[in-house]
């Protein structure tokens, strides 16, 4: 059987899958709990990783390197950057980049890691599922760049800093961690996030506001995926 790892950063963000799937077992490891069951012909393993790109990197390590899982899915909640993403949308990321990388000292551009990429691309068999999936509901779903990094975003002009430095439509804390560590060990995955605040100066208002929400609908678009793989 194939291996489904399914990543959230926050408790809120992996609760209604939890609750979906009911029943699991729970295994410790480098300060994650991993809920493990089945669906369909899939074994299923679900954690929050806790905020932040280092934690997901281990959350993310283990899936792969523990677990051996063959796909990996993030699901939680981001920050809208383009106008057009309001509270509650959906967005599949295209690819990742980590706004917060600046070795531009020694000239490489904003975001780059030599040997690495500058954006890495989300698995392109994933987005066609998670297409799919959001065309029978009728959601539309937002398909763009999305950019991590270990800040909170709430302030209007470090916004538009990360939309004009690397057309990003969305941003968060995690998903460029997941891109890195699965492209190294060749596990095809991708990035789900619903939109909690607009990355503005009300967006801790608004991510308190939404936060469960929004991770709920992340979470059921994440049920209707699995629904849609083979
Ligand atoms: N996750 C949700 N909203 C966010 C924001 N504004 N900045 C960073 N991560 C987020």
């Not at 299923?44 to 390590?61: D, E, P, R």
């Amino acid at each position: 059987m194939k291996t489904i790892g399914i990543i959230g950063a926050m408790r809120e963000e992996i609760t209604p899958l939890l609750d979906f799937f009911k029943e699991y077992n729970e295994i410790q490891i480098g300060g994650n709990i991993f809920y493990v069951t089945t669906y369909k012909n899939y074994n299923i393993v679900i954690a929050y990783s806790k905020i932040g790109k280092i934690h997901a990197s281990l959350t993310c390590s283990t899936m792969g390197l523990h677990f051996n899982a063959d796909y990996i899915i993030f699901t939680g909640v981001a920050g809208g950057l383009s106008n057009d993403l309001k509270v509650g949308d959906i967005v599949l990321a295209s690819s990742l980049c980590q706004y917060d990388v600046d070795i531009s000292a020694f000239g490489h551009p904003l975001g780059f890691i030599p040997e690495s990429k500058l954006y890495i691309d989300t698995d392109s068999n994933l987005n066609e599922i998670a297409k799919r999936a959001a065309n029978k509901q009728n959601i539309e779903l937002k398909y763009g760049i999305i950019a991590s990094g270990d800040s909170f975003i709430s302030d209007k002009d470090k916004k538009q800093w990360i939309i004009d430095n690397f057309k990003a439509c969305a941003v968060e804390m995690e998903g460029a961690s997941i891109a890195v560590v699965s492209s190294l060990l060749n596990i095809p995955f991708c990035i789900i996030r619903a939109i909690s605040d607009s990355a503005d100066d009300n967006a801790d208002v608004s991510f308190d506001e939404f936060l469960e929400d929004s991770a709920k609908k992340s979470a059921s678009f994440i049920i209707s995926i699995l629904d849609e793989m083979e």
